[in-house]
Every structure is written in structure tokens, then in C-alpha cells.
């Protein structure tokens, strides 16, 4: 069993089969320019998540140039 990551058009059908599920309750209103990173309360400075939210933001930082 998978871990959906993107939205709700895109994952409906690996939704529906049970090959993805939501990890979350709730949802988002994502921007069409936005990135969310969602940790576990208290591990937001680890140094994993700062790797990794680094490594993001570099990401988002080359896709627009």
C-alpha cells in the first residue's frame, strides 16, 4: 500500500483501487506555486527534514529559472 502524495484528480483511480491512501485526514487548498512539507510535530529541525527541505527548496528554486 502506497502513500498519496499529489491531488485528488491525478491519484482518484490509485485512490479508489486502495494502491494509494491519504496519510492525512484533512487536505490542503494547494497554490499553483506551492510547496508544503509536513513533518511529525517536534522533528521539523532534524537534521533529516533540513536536508531534505533544503534539498526541496533548491529544487523549486531550479524549476523556475
Excluded: C, H
Amino acid at each position: 500500500m502506497g502513500i498519496a502524495m499529489g491531488d485528488n484528480i491525478t491519484a482518484a483511480e490509485e485512490l479508489a483501487q486502495g494502491a494509494l491512501v491519504r496519510p492525512l485526514k484533512g487536505s490542503l487548498k494547494a497554490s499553483p506555486k506551492g510547496y508544503y512539507v509536513l513533518t511529525q510535530k517536534g522533528r521539523e529541525n532534524s537534521p533529516l527534514s533540513k536536508v531534505f527541505i533544503e534539498w526541496i527548496f533548491n529544487e523549486a528554486r531550479n524549476a523556475t529559472d
